[in-house]
């Protein structure tokens, strides 16, 4: 599987972006996409995920409210939408595939994607 993030950018606080996530190869083997998010000088920490095929999602508690994960199976495409978005959600944003389960951990993902950097103003 392999998977191609793009969307970041730059965005004054308060202001909104979408993530986008493009998976290939062999999708069949993914249970879920989520994205998880590394800010300077910090652990990288799990944003929010999504069932491949079932209509689950869990998110972090700091961006519930805030962000929405979305899935486009037809195109084989999971989108993060970001609003009300604070100076603390900066940080280089990964998405990962899971084979197994709707995990919440770093290990629980076998397959990443090149990281996109979002970059809130305040």
């Known amino acids: 599987v392999q998977l191609q993030a793009y969307g970041g950018g730059m965005v004054q606080a308060g202001g909104s972006l979408r993530l986008s996530c493009a998976a290939s190869?062999?999708?069949?083997?993914?249970?879920?996409l989520g994205w998880f998010r590394q800010a300077p000088g910090k652990e990288r920490e799990f944003v929010a995920t999504i069932s491949w095929r079932r209509n689950i999602t869990v998110y972090t508690d700091s961006v519930k409210g805030r962000f929405t994960i979305s899935r486009d199976n037809a195109m084989n495409t999971v989108h993060l939408q970001m609003n009300s978005l604070k100076s603390e959600d900066t940080a280089v944003y990964y998405c990962?595939?899971?084979?197994?389960?709707?995990?919440?951990?770093?290990?629980?993902?076998?397959?990443w994607g090149q990281g996109t950097q979002v970059t809130v103003s305040s």
């Open positions: 190869g062999r999708t069949s083997n993914i249970y879920a």
């Open positions: 990962a595939a899971d084979r197994t389960s709707l995990g919440t951990r770093e290990n629980e993902y076998a397959y």
